[in-house]
């Protein structure tokens, strides 16, 4: 029998070629004796053992989640991990084709039944997978355009205009008259139109790009609701079967996803709620309060979060002591507490793995849902535990069913909002009242971790200006050139159940990232997982207190601190992650970007500057993919989209990309590997600008 070395040796090498992935890795030297692994991904003794990634630091899960989980498995809740194991089959489900009665052709060797290529079969469900992720996020833009053009008709009045100026500018951008209905109609036409480019992407995206798309064929001439619509269409029977084709047709759908959802989704909820400003917050679930009646916003769209904000206020003021009823405790979860914690300080409970966590404290009277990232799972939830959490869905495309007593549906309608949120709030007051039980609360008696937030474009301008009067921009391109800061990462997207430690790869990269002086620029439910592991917090001065920093980022966020003395207290720095909100928000890189590119007088893709999504798992993050790799960004994925059963399509992703835009994607779940990669392209980028550059470090 082989020793046990070799054996491992042999596991190894197994790895290193990509026959198994790391999880696999690690089950598999358990089984033979070869490292103490446990039975479920949470209950492990927090450290990775002779990982075969883990080559410099102890990982620690968030000891908060480890405590729900294990709260949530003694009332018998099922949680995100434990169907892990149950469900999922080996990353690669082949080339797979459900499209046709003819079928369905079960992982395809050559060809389906139709005479469609494995390649081509791969590229159906790739196009599919992003243009349901572009629909996604044109629906959030379709939604919220739809209150602004309420506003400027006056058929809306419990939201408004809380930031003109942004109005203004944005109105200038498209063209059209400083009102909200003008503002809303042309963003309306850009997602229905039937013809011409969308106003948006011609504002926003930098003309150099938009000749590029041009040249390459990708530039919209439709509305987003239409390009959608014609994915669609060319994924029906008979219709597309050529591979550059459909790839081209993803790339465009990144435009579709950026331009028609993102940048309408941010650029109107700053008009209508505010442009974020830095705010100190508290994340991780034990910020839900066993002494107060809790309410969870979940979701995406902020509208009913915002009105709940305003009812909330009113009921802590004026009616909980007639009702003699502790105070509500209005909290966040994914991208809606997002943008509510960067507009009014809320508390933010917990991301896209944590919600059947926030039911198990017993301690939820209510959790409103709007759009996007809600786990079904979490009414079986509270069907397992008998626990009282009352959820109410709000749009009537994504209700959930279950029984009555546990999860109903209430549409939203904006005109009402403010009577739907006092609703709401009475819905949470009653269940406290008629059904908590104080012996099911268990909230762990951890203190929530702090994340510094806000930073818009406009705010990250502002602070920058602090430091250098005038020339905001000039103030971090000075950074760049002298190499304090090597370059840019834009970490953004999900946290994946797939990871055996929760939040694993995500910490461990931008660990990795800061201490090589990259500055890393956050999106999403990776930030807040960051903030769980004391990555967003405002640091000591002298860093004392926090994982190991680069010095050239030191000194910068220092800097930072030093000008900004109104909003950073003494004595503290502030953190190189910088949280630019929620998935939406990615359009506030891109300006980032466009701006550092405009003042530097080069192309986004010369830029030291790459992406990085380490755990994503929504759809959402496919057409996010794409766009990025239109703006010529090097883009890496943790896990890769089920493309493997195609060489072509991968060479394609991975290689031929590039040379069409400038940007590709990369796929690698180590987080060491994949910084060590996006700091060689970060170097190398400097290189080609005549700036320092550590490459000859990378080989
Ligand atoms: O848009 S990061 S799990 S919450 S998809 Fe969802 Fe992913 Fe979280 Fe928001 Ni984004």
């Known amino acids: 029998m082989a020793k046990k070395s070799e054996l491992l040796e042999r596991l190894q090498q197994m790895y290193d070629k990509g026959k198994i992935n790391r999880r696999q890795f690690i089950q598999l030297a358990s089984a033979a004796g070869l490292v103490s692994l446990l039975p479920s991904s949470l209950k492990a003794d927090q450290t990775i053992p002779n990982s075969p990634y883990q080559t410099e630091r102890e990982f620690k899960i968030n000891q908060t989640t480890i405590d729900m989980y294990n709260r949530a498995k003694e009332l018998g ?98 063209g059209c008259s400083n009102n909200a209905k003008q503002v809303a109609e042309t963003i309306q036409n850009d997602l229905s139109s039937l013809d011409g480019t969308p106003k948006m992407l011609q504002a926003k995206a930098l003309p150099e790009r938009q000749q590029k798309w041009q040249e390459k064929g990708i530039i919209l001439k439709n509305g987003g609701c239409p390009e959608i619509m014609e994915a669609e269409n060319s994924l029906a029977m008979g219709m597309d079967a050529d591979v550059e084709n ?52 979940h979701g ?124 709401l709030v009475r819905i ?46 000039g103030a971090l391109v000075g950074q760049i050139q002298n190499g304090n800061i090597r370059g840019v990462v834009a970490v953004i997207g999900c946290v994946t159940p797939r990871e055996l430690y929760y939040g694993y790869r995500t910490v461990e990269l931008i660990k990795e990232l800061i201490k090589n002086d990259v500055l890393v620029v956050l999106t999403g439910c990776v930030a807040t997982i960051a903030s769980y592991h004391g990555l967003m917090k405002l640091p000591e001065y002298d860093f004392s207190d926090y994982p190991e920093v680069g010095p ?27 949280f630019m909100g929620a998935c939406v928000d990615n359009s506030r890189i891109e300006e980032v970007l466009n701006a550092l590119a405009n003042y530097l007088g080069v192309r986004i893709d010369q830029l030291p500057a790459a992406g990085s999504s380490p755990e994503y798992i929504a759809e959402k993050a496919v057409p996010i993919g794409f766009w990025a790799v239109d703006l010529g960004l090097f883009t890496h994925l943790g896990d890769p989209p089920n493309v493997l059963a195609s060489d072509r399509v991968v060479q394609w992703l991975t290689q031929d990309v590039e040379k069409i835009f400038g940007g590709k994607f990369y796929v690698q779940s180590d987080p060491y590997k994949s910084a060590q990669k996006l700091m060689e392209v970060v170097e190398k980028k400097r290189a080609n600008l005549g700036l320092d550059s550590r490459s000859s470090l990378f080989g």
């Open 428 to 473: 949470a007051k009653d269940n406290y009242k008629q059904n908590r039980d104080k012996y099911k609360v268990f909230v762990p008696n951890i203190e929530p971790t702090e994340m510094l937030a806000g930073f818009s474009t406009e705010t990250l301008a502002k602070v920058l200006d602090n430091v250098k009067p005038g020339d905001p921009c």
């Open 77 to 174: 809740i099922e949680t995100v991990w434990d169907r892990y194991s149950q469900v999922t089959t080996p990353k690669d489900a082949g080339a797979t084709c459900l499209m046709c009665q003819q079928g369905p052709c079960f992982k395809v060797k050559t060809k389906g039944v139709c005479g469609a290529s494995k390649d081509v079969i791969v590229c159906k469900n790739l196009l599919g997978e992003t243009a349901r992720g572009a629909a996604a996020h044109v629906g959030h833009a379709r939604r919220i355009a739809k209150i602004l053009k309420g506003i400027g008709d006056g058929s809306i009045t419990n939201y408004q205009i809380k930031h003109p100026k942004k109005l203004e500018t944005l109105a200038q951008g498209l």
């Open 300 to 423: 995406h769209i902020p509208a009913i979060a915002e009105s709940m904000v305003a009812a909330v206020e009113m009921y802590n003021k004026d009616w909980h002591g007639f009702y003699n009823t502790p105070e509500i405790n209005l909290v966040g979860m994914c991208c809606t507490g997002m943008e509510v914690l960067m507009r009014h300080g809320l508390s933010y409970a917990g991301d896209i793995l944590q919600q059947e966590l926030a039911i198990a404290t017993g301690a939820v009277e209510l959790m409103v849902v709007d759009i996007q990232c809600t786990q079904p799972a979490v009414v079986e939830a509270v069907k397992a535990s008998g626990l009282h959490t009352k959820i109410i869905t709000t749009d009537p495309e994504a209700k959930i069913e279950g029984p009555e007593e546990i999860v109903e549906h209430k549409e939203f309608d904006p005109k009402k909002a403010n009577e739907f949120a006092q609703d």
């Open 552 to 578: 050239g980022l030191k000194a910068v966020m220092r800097t930072i601190a030093d000008k900004n003395r109104s909003t950073v207290p003494d004595g503290k720095a502030v953190p190189p992650c910088i």
């Open 246 to 297: 459909m790839l081209k047709r993803a790339c465009r759908l990144g435009l579709v996803d950026a331009y028609c959802g993102m940048y309408v989704a941010t650029q109107i909820q700053d008009i209508l709620l505010g442009v974020p400003e830095i705010q100190y917050i508290k994340t991780n679930l034990s910020v839900i309060d066993k002494n107060k009646i809790n309410i969870v916003v």
